[in-house]
């Protein structure tokens, strides 16, 4: 089992930027496949980004490709989430999750751990 802590959200003005953090317990953290995903008000929670084990292959959801970079450092069992030019719509709770199976893709029932969650809010 592992424990995800994620950490970075804050208030910024649009076309700012942010740095998310994820910190992982437990010995095992190079083999999970690794995703962040964001939830606004009254809106479901969606995928954002998601990174491979070894950090080689990354994916991304369209609104965010081009803005956002996601990395990770297995030897900090840490994932990033590197936000740039922030938009109002950006504004959620993000959550980083992780996938023994390896995968990194959008499906949110392919994630078996969560995070407890960080609020980012974009100004216009």
């Known amino acids: 089992q592992v424990q995800l802590v994620e950490s970075g959200g804050g208030l910024v003005q649009a076309g700012g930027s942010l740095r998310l953090s994820c910190a992982a317990s437990g010995r095992t953290f190079s083999s999970y496949g690794m995703g962040w995903f964001r939830q606004a008000p009254g809106k479901e929670r969606e995928f954002v980004a998601g990174v491979s084990r070894s950090g080689s292959m990354t994916y991304y959801v369209d609104s965010v490709k081009g803005r956002f970079t996601i990395s990770r450092d297995n030897a900090k069992n840490t994932v990033y989430l590197q936000m740039n030019s922030l938009k109002p719509e950006d504004t959620a709770v993000y959550y980083c999750?992780?996938?023994?199976?390896?995968?990194?893709?959008?499906?949110?029932?392919?994630?078996?751990?969560w995070g407890q969650g960080t609020q980012v809010t974009v100004s216009s």
């Open positions: 999750a992780a996938d023994p199976r390896g995968a990194f893709g959008g499906r949110r029932d392919a994630y078996d751990y």
